[in-house]
């Protein structure tokens, strides 16, 4: 289903870890869209596949032992799996940008800030060096810190700016689309508010888009227009952020819902999800959750469920739950992927 | 989770593993086939020697090498393979004890001074340094002058020279276990300092200490082989090594096959325990590392 | 969630300095507070602010500064060696990080046997293997684990075994210290529902250490709230979501983001970063990013007063301010 407008589409990609072990299913015949100014939450628990995802788009798969088994991976419609390493390199960066979780090892120790965004700067644009600092200078602004402590070293700053340093390098060549890795999941909740006011603040002011990965569904809540919910390497439910929490179809959605205690009511106990994330090495047949899935129906441990669009740009890979919020007794489109 | 492969490995220390992975390093493995083939030898020397290492026999003094003396005899007419054979067990026997000495005086201040740091770990530390500051030939020298010639007392001298690098190592592992959250459980429940030490922190150093003493070992044989070329260490007739060594050295000229395979014995043991060790490490230490 | 009774643990004026290179860091600067039996005292606060510390001092893992603990009315920081050895027998602790509390050197029976062993609790090892199958069952590890080592487990299990080394010697009193930070959403909530179920099954008085306001909630009955070494509220679970009284728990309460659709709401955004807890300077600490600060705000530091009953705040305006909606 190619289609231009789609600033991502992720076609079945499968990306597995070859391990002494066995091999480990990171990501597993994954679907995903995303278009042009939109914010897409990318939402799991360790290990569900969403950091291989990421590193998958940008190739930095670490191989040995990852390795791309199959799938595309199609940003504004050309395949970066078929890419060479040197027109890679000029994308990262230069087109998609991606930040980590801890700004402590993600900054240069010792290189002073403007000088890690002006090599930013430099690497993908045909500039002088003079030029490339004042950019640098420009990209303190844009996230908030003073133009005095432009020449400090990253030691010199706390958690909180260094994070915001980060983000002034990856938007520094005005990417396309800027994948953030739980990037405010080290900070202090009142420094992550102001990270995340930052990053709202920007998106008004610079037009990329944003994969936001995280297992917070609050800062979904805030940042996001569209929510995609991944399981042991497959996403398992996709929706705009409205749908998704007015209407949580999948059960491991609501599990989640559930695991999170409320803020605004009292519960004696919370609705868990019994037993644990499966062995990557050894999934489930059928359907992956279906151990842990409290409406398991016989056919979930043998056939593998696909995607089925249960509203208007509501997908959910479940077909016993499928007809949850239903009104009529239309069975959901089956979407062919 | 930054760019890394975000795989737990089912085991991580399990000895099977660590085998598996040792195997793969062909230098490690020879370093192993050859310190094992060592230890056969110093264990059953006195079955498979073809002489008694000071059989004399001046009729045939200085052989070359033959069928009957593969390495040829010295200039008493001793057969130099079965000295070499037996010089095995001197050298290990040396390397052992020595390297056992540092390990348990070394072991036991490092882990005293990393433990309670402070003035202890000054005070420690600081002998330490004084003896490190002494290149430890010279020391060996030194200890042995003063204990008198011997086996032994060679092994000691050795081993007192080899304690400082123990206890530095030691001290920097326990120095970084004490912050763990599960020595702090240890001491929550009530556990005594030297429990803590004995049972919850050495356990947890033991990889630096086996890298290090397979390394040390080396170390102990050639500063042995050095202490008995120059005439301190063991007496004659015993065959160590670095005694044939100095031996042959008069007769270098003309029979230079009495410092060679002596030689040679020395260099191959130290580059196989030299490999052995760079294997270990390479297969324990960076587990060690979350 | 059960208290009654008797106050059982009474913390006066306690105080823990460390000396560091660049002078003295207040890490718990003169907290006050009673816990009753039975009760849920969560401690909340971000990095620095001195809640692990207070945890550890509360039952001398670390030695304080000066002040009083006083468990049943006796103060356990005078005590010798080896009554605190008895004493450790009813105070005890579950750590944070579930990958580095435990000797990966020792199979679960051996980790949940040290403190029986060390305590001499058992004269047959029979007895001590039968009491360590009763714990595992406790805490919900299965059988088939007792010989398992750490690195063959995952985070939750791994935090159950500490749970139930925590619990061996049979403890009255338990600090836990971000118990389920390091876990996964879903494995986080079967652990707070085993705390939970543990704390009414056998009375537990717990101190509950946390960043994560939401899940402090959930275990709590009373909060406090801790900034840069000081508690700056003190107050039952409900009140302090409904109606935060100290300027930095209205910022806290309101920088959290809800996972509910829809509700964007008016951020505290508080300026500036978390100031160094070396040296303070006089006055109220959260002065330097309070929206509110006046002048005596610098020279005065407020004490924690209480309001209400049940509700105490170190603020020299408390209630006059009007306060952010939690929600």
Known sequence: ?????????????????????????????????????????????????????????????????????????????????????????????????????????????VMTVDKQIAEMVLLHNDVTEQQALERAQEMLELVGIKRERAKDFPHQFSGGMKQRVVIAIALACNPTL???????????????????????????????????????????????????????????????????????????????????????????????????????????????????????????????????????????????????????????????? | MSAQAPVKMKSEAGLLDIWNRLRKNHLALFGLVIVVLLVFFAITADFIAPYRYDQQNLMKAFESPSKEHFFGTDEFGRDIFSRIIHGSRISLQVGMIAVGIAVVFGGLLGSVAGYYGGRIDNLIMRAMDILLSIPSILLAIAIAASLGPGLYNMMVAVGISSTPQYARIIRGSVLSLRGQEFVEAAKAVGSSDTRIILKHIIPNCLAPIIVQSTLGVASAILTA?????????????????????????????????????????????????????????????????? | MNPNGQPIVEVNNLKKYFQTKKGMLHAVDDVSFTIRKGETLGLVGESGCGKSTLGRVMIRLLDATSGEVKFWGEDILKYSSGRMKAMRKKVQIVFQDPYSCLNPRLSVSELIAEPLVVNKVFSSSAERVKKIRELMDTVGLAQRLVNSYPHELDGGRRQRVGIARSLALSPEFIVLDEP??????????????????????????????????????????????????????????????????????????????????????????????????IEPPEGCRFQGRCLYRQDICKEKTPELRELEPGRSVACHFARALVPARGQ
């Open chain 2, 225 to 290: 082989a050095g202490l008995s070329f120059i005439g301190l260490g063991i007496q004659p007739p015993t065959p160590e090594w670095g005694a044939m060594l100095s031996g042959g050295r008069e007769y270098i000229r003309d029979y230079a096959y009495m410092t060679i395979f002596p030689g040679l014995a020395i260099m191959i043991t130290i580059l196989a325990l030299n490999f052995l060790g760079d294997g270990l490490r390479d297969v324990l230490d960076p587990k060690l590392k979350r």
């Open chain 3, 180 to 277: 389920v930070s390091a876990l996964d959403v879903c494995i986080q909530a079967q652990i707070l529902n085993l705390l939970n179920s543990l704390q009414r099954q056998f009375g537990y008085t717990y101190v509950f250490i946390s960043h994560n306001l939401s899940v402090v909630k959930h275990v709590s009955d009373r909060i406090a709230v801790m900034y840069l070494g000081k508690v700056v509220e003190l107050s039952d679970y409900r009140s302090l979501f409904v109606e935060p009284l100290h300027p930095y728990t209205q910022a806290l309460l309101s920088a959290i983001p809800l996972p509910k659709f829809g509700k964007k709401r008016d951020r505290i955004i508080l300026e500036g970063d978390v100031p160094s807890p």
């Open chain 1, 178 to 337: 800027l994948i953030a890795d739980e990037p405010t999941t080290a900070l202090d909740v009142t420094i992550q508010a102001q990270v995340l006011e930052l990053m709202h603040d920007l998106r008004r002011k610079i037009n990329t888009s944003l994969v936001m990965i995280t297992h917070d569904l609050g800062i979904v809540a805030e940042m996001c227009d569209k929510v995609a919910i991944m399981y042991a390497g497959k996403v398992v439910e996709y929706a705009p952020t409205e749908a998704l929490f007015n209407r949580p179809t999948h059960p491991y959605t609501e599990g989640l819902f559930n695991s999170i205690p409320d803020l605004e009511k009292d519960e004696e106990e919370l609705k868990v999800i019994t037993g644990l994330m499966p062995d990557p090495t050894n999934l489930p047949s059928g359907c992956a959750f279906h151990p842990r899935c409290p409406y398991a129906a016989d056919s979930c441990s043998s056939e593998v469920p696909a995607m089925l669009e249960i509203a208007p740009g509501h997908f959910a890979a479940c077909p016993v739950r499928a007809g949850r919020w239903a009104k009529t007794e239309a069975a959901p489109a089956e979407v062919k992927s």
């Open chain 1, 1 to 109: 289903m190619e289609n231009k407008k789609l600033l991502l589409d992720i076609q079945d990609l499968t990306i597995h870890y070859i391990t002494e072990s066995g091999n480990v299913h990171a990501v597993e015949n994954l679907n995903l869209t995303l278009e042009h100014g939109e914010n897409l939450g990318f939402v799991g628990e360790t290990g569900a596949g969403k950091t291989t995802t990421a590193l998958g788009i940008m190739g930095l798969v670490p191989n040995p032992p990852g390795k791309v088994m199959g799938g595309k991976i199609l940003f504004e419609g050309e395949d970066l799996l078929k890419k060479s390493e040197r027109q890679m390199r000029d994308i990262r960066g230069g087109k998609i940008a991606m930040i980590f979780q801890d700004p402590m090892t993600s900054l240069n120790p």
